[in-house]
């Protein structure tokens, strides 16, 4: 029988996209972040990006085992969680923190899997991004240790080879202009990313350009990462030429330092906690790009990427609510009851 006049049942449209094959788009576009932050900060963020994604996948397979389900590591989704958790804590020194360097990597990814995620049912059901979840738990229970910067000093040198790299910990560029230095305000510094600052935020360029792969592939929509990027150029901007105190040594440059890039095209486009309709998602990059700008500049956190990510995950179940669109024929309680 020709297979053309079999009938099946909804849904018609079939995408030969899965899962895994997303998943695994997501994980090219970031090589280039994770090799730069390799290339400058060594072996030992090398080894952090190795413990993380190992860890993330072991927890959640010991989650799918007491709990007697389906084993889903080969979705890829736990690579991603570890894989962005790793970009998101520096490259500690093995002489400094030798624990630390593992330790870090395998608490983050336990919460973000096991209580970011599997236990609101897995992927797609998280209501936060885990990975960011996994951040804030560092942040919180060791905020020396995860918000301290780690800078090679070198120009653009590979430092690979190094087993034991001559590290040492200096404020990042944000935190530079948090208190009122210029320093960090170099365009190409900043794109190139030979900064102190988190393993996968150094290098603004390559962050770009997984993000532009994955607009292409179709995997995330533009509407998210260029309103939030835009958002927090224009509201820069306005706080510098009202006068505020702590914007006005800020400009443009800021938009490539920081997690800015890392957020904007890997974070906060995560399927599960962020809107499907694209009124929702301009609300979604708008109010993303607002708090992390407030934050800068009228908190005491030189960074303010992770939180507005977190805070407007929260908000997603009501964006949704307030922008999908009404189904045909819909008619109000009001107007039902006149008809009647």
Not at 163 to 190: C, E, F, H, R
Not at 267 to 294: N, W
Request: aromatic content about 12%; proline content about 5%; hydrophobic content about 50%.
């Amino acid at each position: 029988m020709n297979n053309k006049l079999m009938v099946s049942s909804s849904p018609h449209i079939r995408s030969k996209e899965t899962v895994s094959s997303v998943m695994r788009d997501v994980v090219i576009a970031l090589v280039p972040a994770t090799v730069m932050g390799v290339v400058y900060f060594g072996l030992s963020a090398l080894v952090t990006v190795i413990v993380s994604i190992l860890s993330a996948v072991l927890w959640e397979s010991f989650y799918n085992k007491i709990a007697k389900k389906q084993n889903t590591v080969k979705d890829f989704s736990a690579v991603i969680t570890g894989l962005l958790l790793a970009l998101n804590i520096p490259a500690l020194s093995f002489n400094e923190h030798p624990i630390a360097i593992f330790a870090l990597p395998i608490l983050g990814t336990g919460f973000a899997i096991i209580i970011a995620k599997m236990l609101f049912g897995g992927l797609g059901q998280n209501f936060i991004n885990p990975a960011l979840a996994g951040r804030a738990f560092l942040v919180a229970s060791y905020p020396t240790l995860v918000t301290g910067s780690v800078f090679k000093e070198s120009n653009f040198m590979p430092v690979i080879s190094s087993a034991t790299v001559d590290t040492a910990s200096y404020a990042t560029p944000l935190s530079n202009i948090k208190a009122g230095a210029s320093y960090g305000a170099d365009l190409m510094q900043g794109l190139l990313g030979n900064t102190g600052g988190t393993i996968g935020e150094t290098c603004a360029i390559a962050l770009i350009l997984g993000g532009i792969y994955l607009i292409y592939k179709k995997v995330i929509s533009w509407k998210i990462p260029v309103t939030f990027i835009l958002t927090v150029l224009v509201f820069t901007y306005i706080f510098k030429f009202c006068g505020i105190e702590g914007a006005l040594n800020r400009n443009y440059t800021e938009l490539f330092y920081g997690g800015l890039m890392l957020g904007a095209f890997f974070m906060a486009t995560d399927y599960a906690s962020s809107p499907v309709t694209p009124i929702g998602q301009y609300i979604m990059g708008f109010g993303c790009g607002f708090i992390t700008v407030l934050i800068r500049i009228f908190g005491g956190y030189p960074e303010g990427v992770s939180y507005s990510i977190l805070l407007m995950n929260l908000c997603v179940p009501l964006i949704d609510r307030w922008t999908f669109p009404r189904t045909f024929g819909h008619k109000s309680p009001a107007k039902a009851k006149e008809v009647k």
